[in-house]
């Protein structure tokens, strides 16, 4: 059923606001429908109208047989005139915002099967006359289909209050589970957000039913986190309007459930009043689907030694890895290993197990947001550094002098870590593949010999051709990511609980990044670590990358010597847009004459915001040039204030998200865009840090939530 224009129109939702006192009637037109909601109007009352003390109710009136399922708005109001008092029972949900918010309450009405002309009632205690002028706006409505009304319009009036609004209360998710009937559903199941197998499953339970849209409608409404709840899975299982068929997700789907029109995905009305029609059986091509690469695989493959010819990984199975995993043949260019969205790769902590790519050799891993490709530990214990982890190397130029092993004369090269094979080059645009929404866990083994752990993802002499986007490296024990020389491009990378420094690089990275979370844990060293050559801190090449729009985070209890960002070793790098918060020691630290010559000039923080209480923003050491002068030097726009966002150090479930009022929502910069490739960089993405700001109801969700994991 659509809901035409005139329709609405005539129909529309009558407002009616009304007092305990007497009124006259002052009807106002209906407002002209547009083609996109929010519409809304303003419904006044005379001061003289209503007295201190009295009960101002606000009440949605649906005026048509042939009702809408869904209505979503809010109540703007004066909190020095007006205080929410609650609602009476319904036979229907009326989620409320519990919060006031200084004067801004949020609704959701819904019923399978439509409303009833009573939608919506809210009352309110008149603390002052004078200003007890509420405003409404209708934000969605939904049909009885489930799908998004085109249009739809308010009309008001003001009138006297015919009867008392009965009992009031403020009504909680638990009530209406309760109220409605749905407290004898099944447990949830032992799992956690992004683990549910079911569209529609919000609660993790095993299967769709009111209560599920009952806990959907919470987040709608701003009172339950989006993301800080591991039971419930709003992200992925609760998010499945519009339903964008066919396809539900699937490696290949160009529009997978919940993706808006924008590419954004929210959590509204519509997608409670999917879940709820589900509930009763109405069919809907979508929830109580499985949700792709939610399950894993029976079967099992071991790869051992040389891949030396292309090969397919496909997700029904999981390949077992054993020892060094070698791609690539020096006798034949170009092998090719292939890995299906959705596969898991488990590393045998007995042998080190490693997946290494030789120089020439790709590696194509194109996962979804769905179908993560994940790394992980074969162990059952799952510990940090139980595997050796993910190598790629490529023929990048590198500074390090050393050009006798096989890398071409004049052009240096250099052997990997634990006998990971030669890397470096001439080729600054050299591509060794694809990694796309891939996870790297729990990586980090001791080699065979050498006294520091592994490095859970090495990307050495990487070209910036290689497509590095959405990848997230989880509980390493040694480095999260370690880059060695190249130009490696990293777009929308977390790295969580890193063991030593969450970003490394050396040997003349001249590559860029964008959109970086670095979450560290308890222990680690620095969020990020940059350097030079050693042997040769002015070496050219310099590394020297560029980093924007990045969150830098502290463990959950502050970690003495630990930086957010740290330079040494004459490595140079301009950031900003970022957030640094709560490093142990230091924000910003820059260490050694090479790289403390360079504060400044080719060593820059612009930008960027720097809340790093009980550590420093800036070390204050007489080693270096004045970093504190640096930050806080006018022209760099940078500011020392508390970001403000959400939930930045659980480990469970964090949101970098800065709140709607944070002041990351302004001052960014433009990004200057890389020489390889030119159009990199988002250029003016309008926020500063590695994550979108919440939207006022904090239901927007973010890039990372969803295929990454916490520890």
């Given amino acids: 059923m659509t809901i035409s224009r005139a329709r609405w129109a005539a129909l529309a939702a009558m407002l009616t606001v009304a007092g305990a006192a007497a009124c006259g009637r002052e009807p106002s037109a209906p407002l002209e429908s547009r083609d996109a909601v929010p519409t809304s109007i303003e419904a006044l009352i ?4 209503v007295r201190r003390g009295d009960t101002l109710t606000v009440r949605l009136l649906v005026r048509d047989a042939d009702a809408p399922m869904a209505l979503q708005g809010s109540v703007r109001f004066d909190a020095r005139g007006l205080r929410y008092l609650g609602q009476p029972a319904t036979t229907h949900l009326v989620m409320v ?30 603390l002052d006359p004078a200003t007890a002028r509420p405003t409404v706006s209708l934000e969605e409505a939904v049909e009885r289909s489930a799908r998004p009304a085109a249009r739809a319009a308010l009309a008001s009036r003001v009138e006297a209050l015919s009867e008392p609004p009965g009992s009031l209360a403020r009504y909680t998710a638990e009530d209406w589970i309760l109220m409605l009937g749905f407290a004898s559903e099944p447990a949830p199941f032992k799992h956690v957000a992004g683990d549910g197998f079911l569209y529609g499953d919000a609660n993790l339970n095993g299967q769709v039913t009111g209560a599920d849209y009952v806990v959907i409608s919470n987040v709608a409404v701003g009172n339950l ?69 939610r399950t894993v695989p029976g079967a099992r493959v071991v790869l051992s030694d040389t891949i030396a010819a292309d090969r397919l990984l496909s997700r029904d199975s999981v390949y077992e890895l054993r020892g060094q995993v070698v791609v690539g043949n020096p006798e034949v260019s170009g092998v090719t290993l292939t ?33 993560p490709i994940v790394f992980t530990c074969k162990d059952a214990t799952l510990s940090a550094g139980c595997w050796g982890g993910l190598v790629i190397n490529g023929f990048g130029v590198l500074n390090n002098g050393n050009t006798g092993g096989g890398g071409g004369v004049g052009f240096p090269n250099k052997e990997g870590l634990g006998g990971s094979g030669l890397y470096g080059g001439n080729l ?20 065979a010999t050498g006294a520091n752990r592994l490095p859970a993802l090495q990307l050495l002499g990487v070209g910036s051709r290689t497509v590095i986007d959405s990848v997230q490296v989880l509980s390493a024990a040694g480095d999260g990511i370690f880059i060695s020389g190249g130009t490696a491009r990293l777009k929308a990378t977390v790295v969580s609980a890193a063991g030593r420094d969450g970003l490394s690089w050396e040997d003349g990275w001249q590559g860029a990044a964008q959109f970086v979370v670095i979450q560290q844990g308890e222990g680690a060293r620095h969020a990020i670590r940059g350097a030079n050559f050693a042997g040769q ?18 463990p959950p209890a502050a970690v003495a010597g630990s930086r957010a960002l740290r330079f040494e070793h004459g490595s140079a790098g301009i950031f900003t847009n970022g957030i640094l918060a709560r490093a142990g020691e230091a924000g910003l630290d820059v260490e050694g004459a090479a790289s403390c010559a360079l504060l400044g000039t080719e060593i820059q923080v612009r930008a960027s915001i720097l809340f790093n209480a009980p550590g420093l923003d800036a070390a204050d050491d007489a080693d270096c ?74 239901t927007n969700v973010p890039w990372y939530a969803g295929w990454t994991r916490t520890f």
């Fill in 97 to 126: 915002q519990s919060e006031t918010h200084g004067g801004h309450v949020r609704w959701l009405a819904l019923k399978p099967g439509g409303l009833p002309e009573r939608a919506v009632t809210l009352a309110f205690e008149v």
């Fill in 339 to 371: 890995i299906e969205a959705g596969t898991r790769i488990e590393g045998d902590p007995e042998t080190r197990a490693q997946l290494i790519i030789r120089r020439g050799a790709n590696l194509i891993a194109q996962g979804t947001r769905l179908q």
């Fill in 537 to 554: 801190p002015d070496a050219l090449p310099r590394s020297a990358p560029v980093l924007s729009h990045f969150t830098l985070v502290g």
């Fill in 46 to 49: 005379a001061p003289a109208r």
């Fill in 428 to 447: 600054p645009e050299d591509s060794s593949g694809v990694l796309r929404y891939v996870r790297v866990e729990r990586a980090g083994a001791f080699p």
């Fill in 225 to 293: 986190p989006l993301l800080t709840l591991a039971n419930r899975d709003f992200a992925i299982a609760a998010n499945v309007s519009p339903a964008n068929l066919p396809g539900l997700g699937e490696a290949g789907d160009p529009t997978p459930p919940g993706r808006n029109s924008d590419g954004s995905f929210t959590i509204t009305a519509s997608d409670a009043s999917v879940v709820a029609n589900a509930a009763i059986g109405l069919a809907t091509g979508v929830v109580g689907q499985p949700i792709p690469g």
């Fill in 625 to 698: 040039a004045d970093e504190v002068g640096e930050i806080d030097l006018a022209a760099r726009a940078n500011r020392r204030i508390d970001p403000q966002l959400l939930s930045p150090f659980t480990t469970r479930t964090p949101d970098w998200r800065p709140t709607a009022a944070s002041p990351a929502v302004a001052g960014s910069e433009a990004v200057p865009q890389p020489i390889y490739p030119p159009t990199f960089f988002v250029a003016t993405p309008g926020f500063i840090g590695a994550v979108a700001p919440a939207n006022l109801l904090g």
